[in-house]
């Protein structure tokens, strides 16, 4: 790792009352960074204290196995302890020859919403704020224009004169999220998933800003779910329950597509809109969709080059 970031972990006597993001600001002004700490300063009073243990956490691509391990041992020993359920933390790895891609079908998408639910309870969303990574927006024909659409509809669907475009994150090729991020907290995967370490964000919301999609979300409490409905098959760089004051975004359900499973949103669809697969196979379903039907993107003239596509039939 660079430099500055082992002189990041100098101050160590402060550890015992000061959360990781305060005593990183501390760390980046003693270093000259006063316009970053200056950034964050605003999410100071937002951050949880943290253990010793969790502060002195390495950066999760610098984790041996055993690390690892040891880590997950306490992420569900603490689930428990804060919520009262059993759960399992792992890490399933990218799949060589693999990278993942999504289509909608926008001629099948109804508005009906199934897939939102689905993303909530799959990835252990705070009940209260009933969080998704997923916006379903309501569209006025002949526009792909966000700012004409209502992701906040209650009526029946579908309605006349209307067609319903999903939201999400969009994987994309050249993620402008990634670029921005100070600490190096979120990057992709060989499969194309960008992901998140939660553990070592900040909470600048740098990434946040910068994803011309708005399909990252700022944790702003820790969530509040049920144990009877927490979800216990999580994966570390996936669903499992985030902290407060990170941020957090779609993961294409890697827990479960790395292991050869469907997204959850996918699963949930009742019309049969959503296609997922391997980009890389040339036999794949969504290859031949990629080949044989009129697809586009959104904001393709931004350059990031999303891998989740749209098409009518």
Same mark, same amino acid.
């Given at each position: ?7 990041? =972990? ?35 009073? %937002? ?42 933390? /792992? ?7 693999? /990278? ?26 705070? =009940? ?8 379903? %927006? ?14 906040s509809y209650e009526h029946d669907v579908p309605q006349e004169g209307k067609y319903y ?8 090729? !050249? ?55 927490? !979800? ?61 039907? /009129? ?16 098409? %009518?039939?």
């Amino acid at each position: 790792m660079s430099d500055a970031r082992d002189e990041r =972990r100098i101050p160590l006597p402060v550890l015992g009352g000061v959360s990781r993001r305060t005593a990183l600001k501390g760390a980046g002004a003693a270093l000259g960074l006063a316009a970053f700490g200056a950034a964050i300063s605003p999410l100071a009073h %937002f951050a949880e204290n943290t253990s010793l243990d969790e502060f002195l956490q390495k950066h999760y691509k610098e984790l041996n196995e055993e690390d690892k391990r040891a880590i997950f041992a306490r992420l569900e020993a603490e689930t428990k302890e804060r919520y009262g359920a059993d759960v399992r933390v /792992r890490d399933p790895q990218p799949i060589p020859g693999v /990278r993942f891609g999504y289509a909608i079908n926008l001629s099948l998408c109804n508005g009906n919403g199934r897939c939102v639910e689905a993303c909530h309870r799959e990835n252990n969303h705070d =009940r209260d704020a009933n969080q998704s990574y997923i916006r379903v %927006f309501e569209m006025p024909k002949g526009t792909t224009d966000l700012a004409h659409g209502n992701a906040s509809y209650e009526h029946d669907v579908p309605q006349e004169g209307k067609y319903y475009l999903p939201v999400q994150c969009f994987q994309c090729e !050249n993620p402008p999220c990634v670029d921005v991020c100070p600490v190096e907290a979120t990057w992709q995967e060989e499969d194309g998933i960008v992901v998140v370490d939660y553990n070592w964000c900040i909470g600048c919301r740098y990434c946040q800003a910068a994803c011309p999609y708005h399909a990252r979300r700022f944790n702003w409490k820790e969530p509040e779910i049920p144990a009877e409905e927490i !979800n216990p098959d999580q994966g570390y760089l996936s669903n499992r329950i985030r902290p407060a004051g990170v941020v957090e975004k779609c993961h294409f359900c890697l827990h479960r597509t790395r292991e050869g499973r469907m997204p959850a949103c996918l699963e949930a669809c009742p019309t049969g809109a959503r296609l997922f697969g391997n980009l890389l196979d040339p036999d794949s379903d969504i290859r031949w969709v990629l080949a044989n039907k /009129r697809c586009f993107v959104l904001k393709e003239e931004l350059g990031a080059r999303p891998t989740l596509f749209y098409f %009518f039939d």
